[in-house]
């Protein structure tokens, strides 16, 4: 077979990863790919949003599966095309993936069908959004309705800063047309929780839950970024929390997606928090979350391109899915200066790497023999353990193995997950 797979960071690269174990994959394209995949994958420099490039080259090249992972093609139609020459997806259709390109959409869907989230109002002009504000009491969270690249979410810790925020969003262009209508929503409490699930609009299979953390620095100080680490399974996510969030918040998303039109058929990404009144949604994605996708799959036993397969045609339900009973931990090192500037270009030494390794590349490039630095989060550091704490060391130990100049890397990436299982 030959698959195509569309992006480019170390979520593409993790799934690459795990569709090659598949003995029946002869050849993997990834659009654009990067330089650091380049022994897992061959990459073609055709952006992931430039859908027309993409539908020629599956034509051109006789592609027989796709997967579509990051959210901007999946809310611009790039399934819809695919599928409309006959290549068989995984991912949602642009209709289905409106989850996730509209946060107006989402929480109107979740008050709609009783779905626990956030109190919240949408706004299109900023002058009723600043009176709003004036009736609130901070904090207070402000969201851009569209895509903003995991940026369109300020936690303003007053009044004056959700003012601020809504300003930029709606009247300074901030966000382009995404930020033109804002979501202003009340500030939860509590632990999150990531829980990437594959659904066909039938079956709904919810994944080992995992732990982000979006902070630059240590003790969660810093700018937000795209994630600096993760483990799974989250610790906060206990059998009951679970049997809650199918019950509350996955089936009935799944059934309210259906009603509306809309079936989802790929990875649906919840973001949660187990708040004092239970489990509420935070967000939804459209797809598989970077870097939870990176402790993800290595758990993952049953094989992939199975699995993506059954989802595509809708038989879901007739595939075993089974995860390692194991702990996972990703170290992402990044270049010094990120989520703000950084310098690029910067050689890149990799070890060799053990069974329950892996090292997943998201911003590289290939300079004859070398790989040099070519973004803000270079590349994730991964282990898997019997413990959680064995998998910490491990994927840290994996870390310090690796070389580039102006590396940096968060060095508690674990340690809320172990103070809650302790």
């Known amino acids: 077979m030959k698959l195509l797979v569309i992006g480019g960071g170390g979520r593409e690269h993790a799934i690459i990863k795990a569709l090659r174990r598949n003995p029946a994959v002869e050849e993997i394209f990834a659009l654009p790919g990067n330089g650091g995949m380049e022994g897992d994958a061959t990459c073609v420099p055709i952006g992931a949003k430039d859908i027309p490039a993409i539908v020629d080259f599956a034509k051109a090249n006789a592609i027989d599966f796709a997967v579509v992972a990051p959210d901007d093609p999946l809310v611009l139609g790039c399934v819809d095309a695919l599928q409309a020459i006959g290549v068989p997806c995984f991912g949602p259709e642009a209709k289905a993936a409106i989850i996730e390109g509209s946060k107006a959409f989402s929480k109107d869907l979740m008050k709609k069908y009783g779905i626990p989230t956030a109190k919240y109002e949408t706004f299109t002009e900023l002058d009723a959004a600043l009176s709003y504000l004036d009736t609130q009491t901070a904090p207070i969270v402000v969201k851009a309705d569209g895509l903003a690249l995991g940026k369109g979410v300020i936690i303003a810790e007053t009044i004056a800063d959700a003012k601020q925020a809504a300003t930029e969003m709606m009247a300074e262009g901030k966000f382009g047309e995404s930020g033109k209508c804002i979501v202003i929503e009340e500030f939860l409490t509590g ?61 009935p998303t799944m059934r309210a997606m259906n009603t509306e039109g809309r079936t989802f058929r790929g990875c649906l990404y919840f973001g949660l928090m187990v708040t004092p009144d239970g489990p509420k949604v935070i967000e939804y994605n459209c797809r598989f979350g970077d870097p939870e996708t990176q402790v993800v799959l290595p758990l993952l036993e049953t094989d992939l391109l199975t699995i993506m397969q059954a989802v595509s045609e809708g038989r879901l339900k007739d595939v075993d899915v089974k995860f390692r009973k194991e702990h996972a931990c990703c170290v992402v090192l990044a270049s010094k200066g990120y989520p703000l500037s950084y310098e690029k270009g910067f050689e890149m030494t990799l070890p060799e790497t053990a069974a329950d390794e892996e090292i997943y590349i998201a911003g590289a490039k290939r300079d004859g023999d070398k790989l040099r630095t070519n973004g803000g989060r270079v590349l994730g550091a991964v282990a898997r353990a019997e413990t959680l704490p064995a998998a910490i060391e491990k994927a840290y130990a994996l870390a310090e193995k690796i070389h580039f100049d102006n590396a940096f890397y968060r060095r508690d990436i674990g340690q809320r997950a172990l103070k809650a299982t302790n």
């Open 191 to 251: 632990p999150e929780v990531s829980v990437l699930a594959f659904t066909d609009g039938e079956t709904m299979v919810p994944m080992v839950s995992s732990m982000d953390h979006k902070r630059a620095m240590d003790g969660d100080e810093g700018l937000n970024t795209g994630g600096m680490g993760t483990v799974a399974p989250n610790p906060y996510y206990t059998p009951e929390v679970a049997q809650r969030c199918m019950e509350e918040i996955f089936l």
